[in-house]
């Protein structure tokens, strides 16, 4: 599988500069906002989530913030290396069940 | 655990065929998701199954897709007739009832091409 051909927003960064990649959700309800990592031939794999009553997580040279006035959320990666070259998703979990609705994706390119 | 596994990686149909992809979620997720991402509209969520129930198929797009769960361990997606417009990556995902608090699992998909 692939996130083949996507007419994605592209964003291009130099290796070892920071990444920020950026997502408007819709639902002031959402309880967790989640990013996924797709590599070329791979499904989406889980990077970090936020629960709504948070502003920022930190992870291992990822950080999510989450501006629920603005209904904003980014996901910000240091130092970033080829391996991070890959489309993101933001996903929110819009109701009480066990659903995410994904937002469209963004490419991110590395340049060595 | 393997993760969630599906099959074939890869499928070439011609138009009219019938067309079964699989999955095996991870056990002990009692949900499952199929999707389908496709250029012009992303990541689609077609049905999801709470142990093995349907729950909700009001993204299949019409009577020619259909979506089984017979066992915890076993789900199959079947397109019958195909036809080109169904070319896309289908992917499986699971979750345990915790919720999509710890997100999804999702397998490496299923490309199907129908010519």
């Known amino acids: 599988g692939e996130s083949v051909g996507l007419h994605l927003p592209t964003l291009s960064v130099q290796e070892g500069d920071n990444s920020i990649i950026n997502c408007a959700y819709s639902n002031s309800a959402s309880d967790y906002f989640i990013w996924y990592k797709q590599e070329s031939g791979k499904g989406p794999q889980f990077i970090i989530d936020?629960?709504?009553?948070?502003d920022k997580r930190q992870g291992q040279r990822v950080t999510v913030l989450l501006n629920k006035t603005v209904k904003h959320l980014s996901l910000q990666i240091a130092a970033t290396q080829p391996g991070d070259s890959a489309v993101y998703f933001c996903?929110?979990?819009?109701?009480?069940?066990?659903?995410?609705?994904f937002g469209g994706g963004t490419r991110l390119m590395v340049k060595p | 655990d393997a993760g969630v596994i599906q099959s074939p990686r890869h499928e070439v149909t011609e138009m009219g065929q019938e067309v079964t992809l699989r999955c095996k979620p991870i056990s002990g997720h009692d949900y499952l998701f199929w999707y389908r991402q496709t250029m012009m509209r992303g990541l689609e969520l077609l049905i999801y199954f709470n142990n093995n129930v349907p729950i909700d198929d009001s993204g299949m797009p019409e009577d020619r897709f259909s979506a089984k769960m017979p066992n915890a361990s076993f789900s199959t997606l079947k397109i019958q007739p195909s036809e080109p417009r169904d070319s896309a990556v289908y992917f499986c995902?699971?979750?345990?009832?915790?919720?999509?608090?710890?997100?999804?699992?999702f397998g490496s998909g299923t490309r199907l091409t129908v010519v």
């Open positions: 995902a699971s979750s345990s009832s915790g919720g999509s608090r710890y997100g999804y699992t």
């Open positions: 936020i629960r709504s009553n948070m």
């Open positions: 996903a929110e979990n819009n109701n009480a069940g066990n659903m995410l609705t």
